[in-house]
T-cell receptor
């Protein structure tokens, strides 16, 4: 059982470069999310998608874009990376917009991105 | 603004009991969640409370008081593997999750 797969696991990137973090889930969940996690801060929502074909902005969307062409895939793109985007990025999914009866989010293992 | 407060770090002894508190101020309330996150790993779901009271699940229990904007996670019979960060999150009126910064729990033998 794979659940959610993220790639790459870690990446060092020069400032100004374009980078896409990949996220794939095999649970047929409708909703998917991208969070960033920084030391001393809670998880912050970057973008989300309630269903295939729709996306929305979260708390910290600037500098990031997403697409949701199908149910399974939800890539996150940094068009021109900056050092402040150094973070751990988590992709997550849930089986409904409101997180289902239990509110459970399923997380990928994270992508550690360093922008120099 | 919306705010979730929880202690930054706590230390407890193996075999003991520890209570991790979470207070919140959010725009609406659609449930409170606790997640566990081991260092370098993804968060995993522990509990969900939407009504006042205590929810027990094995060694872990979670309590909610909506009138006080307060929750706690109670961990009994602590084991070394319980060393992790515990994240409190509240779902607001827009069904968006607001996350606390997490409480790092250190278990000592």
């Amino acid at each position: 059982i794979a659940g959610i797969t993220q790639a790459p696991t870690s990446q060092i990137l020069a400032a100004g470069r374009r980078m896409t973090l990949r996220c794939t889930q095999d649970m047929r969940h409708n909703a998917m999310y991208w969070y960033r996690q920084d030391l001393g801060l809670g998880l912050r929502l970057i973008h989300y998608s309630n269903t295939a074909g729709t996306t929305g902005k979260g708390e910290v969307p600037d500098g990031y874009s997403v697409s949701r062409a199908n149910t399974d895939d939800f890539p996150l793109t940094l068009a021109s990376a900056v050092p402040s985007q150094t973070s751990v990025y988590f992709c997550a999914s849930s089986d409904s917009v409101a997180g289902g009866d239990t509110g459970e989010l399923f997380f990928g293992e994270g992508s550690r991105l360093t922008v120099l | 603004g919306q705010n979730i407060d929880q202690p930054t770090e706590m230390t407890a002894t193996e075999g003991a009991i520890v209570q991790i508190n979470c207070t919140y101020q959010t725009s609406g309330f659609n449930g409170l969640f606790w997640y566990q996150q081991h260092a370098g790993e993804a968060p995993t779901f522990l509990s969900y409370n939407v009504l006042d009271g205590l929810e027990e699940k094995g060694r872990f229990s979670s309590f909610l008081s909506r009138s006080k904007g307060y929750s706690y996670l109670l961990l009994k019979e602590l084991q070394m593997k319980d060393s992790a960060s515990y994240l409190c999150a509240v779902m607001d009126s827009n069904y968006q999750l607001i996350w606390g910064a997490g409480t790092k729990l250190i278990i000592k033998p």
